[in-house]
């Protein structure tokens, strides 16, 4: 497949765990936070969203937790399936920015059986 | 619904060259965005249509270019290729073009180009 990173972090988790992705992001104007999966050979997919005026949110098997003070995101996934195994992108931007995102670095996620 | 489409899927051009690589949005999709994939820079804002018109642009050179039709449908040109234009370029669409946080990018799976 395609190689997204050569050198990108990766975190080996056992199928069945839960899996904690952090990030830290730079701009303290940033007030909107997403985390995209991306698959290889495949476009960065959204998985959740989360505003600068909430600390938490959860989705399907995924929670996004955030701490302004240290600028700091994790995102969190529960019951880790094979399925999972991708490169992880934390991205920050203004809720009111129309599209200009940016992105973090990347986690390399791996599952073992 | 269809997705976001990119033609094509790879490319393989030489150095001077230009080239010119197409987006077609997610219906009712009104803007579209690009971003630039690379190993060592990671993903790159590009710039961003709405309604025909750029409104928002990254910070690379003059030799990148973008336009968005009628049909929301983008093309983004890149002339005089150089090695470092190697990269994956990835197109994204949303349904408003206002507030990112209310209607979040979907991305296209890219265009491999290779400048040789």
């Known amino acids: 497949g395609e190689s997204v990173g050569l050198h990108l972090p990766t975190l080996s988790v056992q199928e069945g765990d839960n899996s904690i992705i952090n990030c830290a992001y730079s701009?303290?104007?940033?007030?909107?936070f997403i985390w995209y999966k991306q698959e290889s050979g495949k476009g960065p997919q959204f998985i959740i969203d989360?505003?600068?005026?909430?600390d938490k949110r959860q989705g399907q098997r995924v929670t996004v937790l955030l701490n302004k003070t240290v600028k700091h995101l994790s995102l969190q996934i529960a019951a880790t399936q094979p399925g999972d195994s991708a490169v992880y992108f934390c991205?920050?931007?203004?809720?009111?920015?129309?599209?200009?995102?940016?992105f973090g670095s990347g986690t390399r996620l791996s599952i073992r059986p | 619904k269809a997705g976001v489409t990119q033609t094509p899927r790879y490319l393989i051009k030489t150095r001077g060259q230009q080239v010119t690589l197409s987006c077609s949005p997610i219906?009712?999709?009104?803007?579209v965005s690009w971003y630039q994939q690379t190993p060592g820079q990671g993903l790159q804002f590009l710039f961003e249509?709405?309604?025909?018109?750029?409104?928002n642009k990254g910070n690379f050179p003059g030799r990148f270019s973008g336009r968005q039709f009628s049909n929301s449908r983008s093309e983004m040109n890149v002339s005089t290729l150089e090695l470092g234009d190697s990269a994956l370029y990835l197109c994204?669409?949303?349904?408003?073009?206002?507030?990112?946080?209310?209607?979040?990018?979907?991305f296209g799976n890219g265009t491999r180009l290779t400048v040789t």
């Open positions: 991205a920050e931007s203004r809720y009111s920015s129309a599209s200009k995102i940016i």
């Open positions: 249509y709405f309604s025909e018109t750029q409104r």
């Open positions: 994204a669409s949303s349904l408003q073009g206002r507030n990112l946080g209310d209607s979040p990018l979907h």
């Open positions: 701009n303290s104007a940033s007030d909107y």
């Open positions: 219906s009712g999709h009104r803007s």
């Open positions: 989360i505003r600068s005026n909430m």
